[in-house]
């Protein structure tokens, strides 16, 4: 028998970046931690088919799923949340719901009909929205649309949302979150801004059935009393959010406001009596009362940028807190590295992870931290780009090969250690000679890295056009570079290691999208853990 999944919307009010996308993961939580099955989706409102091409200033981190969707970065918020693998169905933009509609257009799919926002649009966010409650697998599917309420890019997304109430009664059930800003001067919390956002949902047709407040100070029972009086909701559906210590806080606060004892009323759904977040609240304990802390100097271009590298900030934290240890991430500028600072810009570290990117800005200033770390004999990480400038400045510095390079910044180099594979040379649409998504390897088990991950066949996910040259491999492994890991399909180096290093590992895969909450990832665990040791040899040697 076919349940009735529920759907529950997300929407944002006043400002920008408030948090939807971390309330959509900490409602799931909660009902994960009441036993029922959850997902959650983004809507995003730009233009672009996804943010595979966008650049990180515009859209920080782009996140991958298993199937190889290019997605937003709260994709990875909700995984790290819920354990719940995404996929492409979970990341929907205007782009692709246009590039939908017109693709049918042209078929003829429509009969002749003239092709509008309604009900053509509409109907086809609305079927993106459902597809993933057909499936059979989940009682929730949360979706959070992108944007602000009132925003023109919205309005197809805010109307769908309106048909669908009107179509489902109390199976679709609407969030708004909106700020209520603290003034100063006056001494008071604000609640005007919240009800003209109301007032713009309900123009379009949308009543909201809880509002969530993001707040700097707490809301009193007269502010509550007020936002629900104004706004037609009942009191104990106006939630506070106040501002966290830390984003891991927000499922407890919400569970403290009785979030999804709410949407379960909404819904008319049965209240289950146990809400078991355990788990939670150990990570959360172990999170906030380390045993010691660690330096790790996080080397890419984007430093400056909060969201740019996020999932390794948040594998990071997952690492330090399975070690009981808080991890300092040092942001370092890979363009202001040079020989003659590297010493004292990486200084003080006891792990160095070298991030991912394209392009060749920065790039020597990767090779000189990966050969610090290599000489000085510090754990070191590198993810990607990062994997392949070590394979260059172990060319360079090791095998004496001067002008080793990838031939995506050097094409003319004369030993490309880092080249495009053939089939991949014809292809010219970007992205269409990546490697996407969830691939396996096979881990040499005598490694380091069989020691972290203990199995040696893995699935990870990719995303990168060159790859390591295979007519290398033997100078390296003769020279103290361990193959650890290929791709046996293609027989694709996959992972380098150091012999004669504590902790020395390069991987071509990322494995920040898949360390989550609940089982962090184990090369994170084990740089961290490298990291504790290195410091505290040198805090002996001291």
Known sequence: ??????????????????????????????????????????????????????????????YVTDDGAETDLDLGHYERFSNTPTSQANNVTTGRIYQNVISKERKGEYLGTTVQVVPHITDE????????????????????????????????????????????????????????????????????????????????????????????????????????????????????????????????????????IEILKVTNTPIPEELDLRNWERFVHRLKNPIGDVNIGLIGKYVELKDAYKSINEALVHGGTENEY?????????????????????????????????GGRGIEGKIKAIKYARE??????????????????????????????????????????????????????????????????????????????????????????YEFNNDYRSIFVENGMRIAGINPDEDLVEIIELEDHPWFIGVQFHPEYKSTVKEPHPLFTGFVKAAILHKSASTTTK
């Open 376 to 465: 000085n004999k510090i754990p070191f990480l590198g993810i990607c780009l990062g994997m392949q400038c070590a394979a260059i400045e172990f060319s360079r510095n090791v095998l004496g090969l001067k002008d080793a390079h990838t031939t995506e910044i050097d094409k003319e180099t004369p030993d490309p250690v880092i080249n495009l594979m053939e089939e991949q040379k014809k292809v010219t649409n970007l992205g269409g000679s990546m490697r996407l998504g969830l691939y396996d390897c096979h881990i040499e088990n005598d490694t380091l890295t069989f020691q972290e991950y203990q199995k040696q066949d893995i699935k990870e996910r990719h995303r990168h056009r």
């Open 125 to 260: 966010i609305k079927r993106s929205v459902q597809i993933l409650g057909q499936t059979n697998k989940y009682d929730f599917v949360i979706t959070e649309i992108g944007g602000t309420v009132g925003d023109i890019e919205s309005f197809p997304f805010i109307e769908t949302v309106r048909q669908m109430k009107w179509e489902m009664g109390n199976d679709c059930a609407v969030i708004h979150l909106t700020l209520v800003p603290f003034l100063r001067a006056a001494g008071e919390l604000k609640t005007k801004p919240t009800q003209h956002s109301v007032k713009t949902m309900l123009e379009q047709g949308v009543q909201p059935d809880i509002i969530v407040c993001r707040t700097e100070h707490p809301l009193n029972e007269g502010i509550k009393r007020k936002i629900a009086q104004f706004c037609n909701v009942s009191p104990t559906s106006v939630i506070e959010s106040i501002d966290a210590e830390t984003i891991y806080d927000v499922p407890l606060l919400m569970r403290e406001e009785k979030l999804d």
């Open 1 to 62: 028998m076919r349940k009735n999944v529920k759907y529950i919307f997300v929407t944002g009010g006043v400002s920008s970046s408030l948090g939807k996308g971390i309330i959509s993961a900490s409602l799931a939580k909660l009902l994960q931690g009441r036993g029922f099955s959850v997902t959650i989706q983004k809507l995003d409102p730009y233009i672009n088919i996804d943010p595979g091409t966008l650049n990180p200033y515009e859209h920080g981190e782009c």
């Open 326 to 358: 808080k991890v300092n991430i040092i942001s370092i500028q890979s363009e202001k590295i040079d020989a003659s600072n590297v010493g004292t810009k990486l200084e003080g570290l006891d792990g160095i992870l070298v991030a991912p990117g394209f």
